[in-house]
């Protein structure tokens, strides 16, 4: 067995179940190896931060790794957004790079792709993976590689691994996983007392569910944990299509004031709020109604547990499910409470579409033909996706980078085998929505719904004087048949509801409906948000 195969075992037995990657000079050797074998399939894209998106977006959706494998420099270099956004949102991805060999690195001579110095990268790396390691011992190598891929299995975070070219097919053993690291029975018992003695002496105790709790693979754990203790449970905006699938006592999610007034009053007056893998942030708590006393709330995150001013290290998030649901016994009642209503009914007539009419329809389509996982970039698509019913949903939004959702989609199509609905807004599908012509190759099939109104919209919200806002009409649904796929262009809501039907019936070409929607309409959430946002950040008279 090579370095190269011996990398390959290494990350499918870690949970990587494809690679998607762009080769170049640097990778050459071990894209190769990455072919031949056969260990994963590999997906070559078009420009390196679709990479990444794609990656990411099957790490999160698949609950394994994502891996993405470039170039030295300007492959790697060009994914540091990608692989930033997934470090933000605890995003298991596993960065592959080749790398000059030792015989170039000690030549002297400046090489192509290299930037200050031949370290730069190795060095950018590091500040937005949570691991990393250059593979050039092979006898070292099985260690390092166990190390890193732990490493991005236990903080659901980004690591870095550079293959120097000459080391591709160095003999190599194979690697042995590490051992998880032991838990504290006493100090996990002592944890699970005091949160559910918490829990017990709250008026109104409400459970909020955040990333980590599909990032380790807890869900259905989560579900029956909020069975059994009778608590409410709500999604944060980031862990928005989490539950979706389970049986819990979910009410919505909680956005604050640009959410459901209902929501909102039922975490903001909690007096027993328990954070469960949630990041504490602006897009999650930034337009709450109310103050949130974080000192008065349960907060489990990033393997420790705080409540009030004392934490608990190193206690896993599943150690943490696990040790409540040793304690609490099995209970049949129900949780009251109003969930969420989703709006149905699409009037399929002449008038012009607005976001809210995509999400009605959206619903509708999901009621007669069961659901579709949703990939969904930043802007008024997101916002959107709130109104459309809890489906498996993939989204930045924490870090907010355009781009996101056509490559994301891939990334949800390839690892769960499901045709995936793609909501992307004209400025994102500027800078990704040319890797649709790659779907020709690979089967792939998703349903692109492209909210064109010709605007970064939700810029101009918070400016309205800047004419830089306005994008201009390309006419998307015109590139579509070039690039191997359908496409179709909406003005109302009855050609809307067609187009989504045509869509949905045709299988093996992916489907681009670009919706005309007139400037300034937006969906009634990201109006909530805005006018929200634009409260806090009045300056207030001394």
């Keep these: 067995m090579n370095l190269t195969e011996s990398l390959l075992h290494a990350l499918k037995s870690h949970g990587a179940r494809q690679i998607f990657g762009i080769p170049g000079d640097f990778a050459l050797p071990y894209f190769r190896i990455i072919e031949e074998s056969r260990i994963l399939p590999l997906y070559t894209l078009s420009h390196e931060p679709a990479v990444g998106f794609a990656a990411d977006a099957a790490a999160r959706v698949g609950g394994g790794l994502g891996v993405a494998a470039v170039t030295y420099g300007a492959g790697a270099l060009n994914m540091v957004n990608a692989v930033a956004a997934a470090y933000a949102e605890k995003s298991p991805l596993v960065v592959l790079s080749g790398g000059p060999g030792k015989g170039e690195s000690r030549s002297g001579l400046l090489l192509h792709h290299q930037a200050k110095t031949l370290d730069s990268q190795f060095q950018i790396f590091r500040e937005i993976t949570c691991d990393q390691v250059r593979l050039d011992d092979a006898a070292r190598a099985p260690a ?48 699970v ?108 995150f990033d393997g420790r547990v705080t409540m009030s001013y004392h934490t608990y290290p190193a206690i896993p998030l599943g150690a943490l499910v696990d040790g409540l649901l040793a304690r609490v016994p099995a209970r049949g009642a129900a949780v009251g409470g109003q969930r969420q209503v989703f709006p149905r009914g699409l009037v399929a007539d002449d008038a012009a579409v607005s976001p809210s009419d995509i999400a009605t329809a959206v619903n509708d389509l999901m009621a007669t033909h069961g659901k579709l996982p949703i990939a969904a970039d930043v802007g008024d698509c997101l916002f959107t996706a709130m109104d459309i019913e809890n489906t498996a949903l993939v989204a930045p939004g924490y870090y907010a980078t355009m781009g996101y959702g056509v490559p994301a989609g891939f990334g949800v199509q390839v690892a769960t085998g499901q045709r995936p609905l793609i909501l992307v807004g004209d400025g994102a599908f500027q800078m990704t929505g040319m890797e ?107």
């Design 144 to 191: 390092d590689i166990a190390r890193v891929l732990a490493s991005a299995r236990r903080n659901s975070q980004p690591v870095y691994i550079e293959i120097p070219r000459d080391m591709v097919a160095v003999p190599c053993a194979p690697v042995a996983a590490e051992a998880p690291p032991a838990v504290d029975a006493e100090a996990l018992a002592t944890c």
């Design 193 to 300: 007392d005091e949160i559910l003695a918490r829990l017990g002496r709250a008026r109104a105790p409400v459970l909020m569910a955040g990333i980590e709790v599909r990032r380790f693979g807890l869900e259905d754990k989560v579900a029956e944990l909020s069975r059994r203790l009778g608590l409410p449970v709500v999604t944060s905006f980031m862990s928005r299509g989490l539950l979706a699938e389970q049986d819990a006592p979910l009410m919505g999610t909680y956005m604050g004031r640009a959410g459901l007034p209902e929501v909102t009053r039922l975490v903001e007056d909690s007096d027993g709020l328990f954070l469960l893998g949630v990041i504490v942030c602006d897009t999650n708590f930034a337009v709450s109604e109310k103050h949130i006393d974080l000192r008065k709330t349960i907060h489990a």
């Design 436 to 542: 649709l012509g790659n779907c020709r190759r690979y089967g792939w099939d998703p349903i692109v719904l492209l909210f064109n109104n010709a605007s970064w919209e939700m810029l101009r919200t918070f400016q309205p004087e800047s004419a830089f806002n306005d994008l201009g009409d390309w006419g998307f649904a015109q590139m579509a048949a070039g690039l191997g796929g359908d496409g179709v262009r909406v003005h109302t809501r009855a050609q809307l509801k067609a187009a989504l039907d045509a869509a949905f019936a045709t299988r093996g070409r992916f489907q681009l409906i670009e919706v005309m929607i007139p400037r300034g309409v937006l969906s009634e959430t990201l109006s909530r948000f805005v006018n929200s946002v634009k409260r806090l950040t009045v300056a207030k008279p001394d």
